[in-house]
């Protein structure tokens, strides 16, 4: 096995995440370090105060634990802390640590188990993939950030323990709350300049600069996507907002299935909307929207497949019937 060695970029990060802030950010494109350098910091400050109590939060919990309790912690603890035992509880969903500090893992799209969660004090808190979280379950969840425990210094002294929320993200677009809160330094709702703006730090991390642990495939099927999606999973900036969009990012982002496990569908129906489009000369007109989207049993809408495509009548009638 390779021998762990930290990124220049994750150094630097680790010198964001101890500072002085106590909200940090950490954002940029996929596969950069984020999560591992704040699940780190985290076992690690539950090292130093005994009997602590930390989180991890994200939007679904099915997500949070395929992603961080079954790949990225285990790893976290087989790279950084060797020799260090722990019991994860995998009906709970939560470990512990031998100094008897304790590190949950929660999903927001659980009203039971959250309201479990938000029963406890917590000395940290982490919320994975902000960019599907919205603003007021992160209010309710900081609420919880209250737990006092002292930090281990020395041998025979110790000091309370700094309270510690930690946030990390693909950005969206500049209309979420994470780019209006860390990098305007304003109040996402009311959009008034925030009364202790040096509370909340933010820092970039992209797949290049953690290239020495990625595959040299894996960033060129970053580089070819899209330009939308290279600018977020690559570049790992936020993108122009689009106030004026039907649909914002974040809410599909929220809703997105990722899992595979979709619900039975009552109804399927094909979409188009042509736009006058020819095979050759269509340099001045739109692309014809195809959307495939079914009704699930329970309620909600999924789409299936989006073939818009920009081509004449000829193509896209085949397509269209095809997929009807």
Same mark, same amino acid.
Request: hydrophobic residues 35%.
């Given at each position: ?19 002085? +802030?106590?909200?940090?950010?950490? =954002? ?14 985290? &076992?690690?400050?539950?090292?130093? +105060?005994?009997?602590?109590? /930390? ?7 099915? /997500? ?18 060797? *020799?260090?035992?722990? #019991? ?6 939560? =470990? ?10 929660? *999903? ?44 281990? =210094? ?21 209309? /979420?709350?994470? !780019?209006?809160?860390? &990098? ?7 959009? #008034? ?6 509370? !909340? ?37 936020? +993108?122009?907002?689009?106030?004026? +969009? ?22 399927? &129906? ?21 959307? =495939? #989207?079914?009704? *699930? ?28």
């Amino acid at each position: 096995m390779k021998e762990f060695k930290w990124t220049e970029k994750q150094l630097e990060a680790g010198e964001i995440t101890s500072g002085n +802030a106590t909200h940090v950010l950490l =954002v940029g494109g996929s596969r950069s370090g984020k999560t591992f350098r704040i699940v780190r910091d985290i &076992v690690m400050r539950a090292l130093k +105060a005994p009997n602590s109590r /930390h989180c991890i939060f994200r939007f679904r919990l099915n /997500h949070l634990i395929a992603s961080v309790f079954l790949d990225t912690f285990p790893k976290v603890m087989r790279l950084c802390f060797k *020799g260090v035992d722990y #019991v994860a509880h995998g009906q709970e969903k939560y =470990v512990t640590l031998p100094n008897n500090s304790e590190i949950w893992f929660a *999903g927001l799209d659980d009203k039971d188990r959250t309201e479990k969660i938000l029963g406890m004090e917590f000395v940290t808190l982490f919320f994975n993939e902000t960019s599907q979280i919205p603003f007021q379950s992160i209010l309710m969840a900081l609420t919880r950030l209250s737990q006092l425990v002292q930090q281990e =210094v020395s041998g025979r002294s110790s000091k309370p323990m700094k309270l510690r929320a930690y946030y990390d993200e693909n950005p969206p677009n500049r209309n /979420h709350w994470t !780019y209006r809160q860390f &990098v305007e330094k304003v109040d996402p709702d009311t959009r #008034v300049q925030l009364k202790n703006p040096e509370d !909340y730090a933010h820092f970039y991390m992209n797949p290049k600069d953690n290239q020495e642990n990625l595959s040299g495939e894996y960033l060129k099927q970053l580089e070819a996507m899209p330009a939308k999606m290279r600018l977020r999973f690559l570049e790992g900036r936020f +993108a122009d907002a689009t106030p004026n +969009a039907l649909f914002p990012e974040e809410f599909i982002d929220k809703w997105r299935v990722i899992d595979g496990e979709c619900p039975q569908l009552v109804r399927v &129906v094909v979409s188009v909307d042509p736009s006058g489009a020819d095979d050759i000369d269509n340099a001045d007109n739109d692309e014809i929207g195809i959307m =495939v #989207v079914g009704l *699930g049993i329970d309620g909600n809408a999924y789409v299936k497949e989006d073939d818009t495509i920009k081509a004449g009548p000829g193509t896209w009638v085949r397509k269209y019937y095809c997929l009807n």
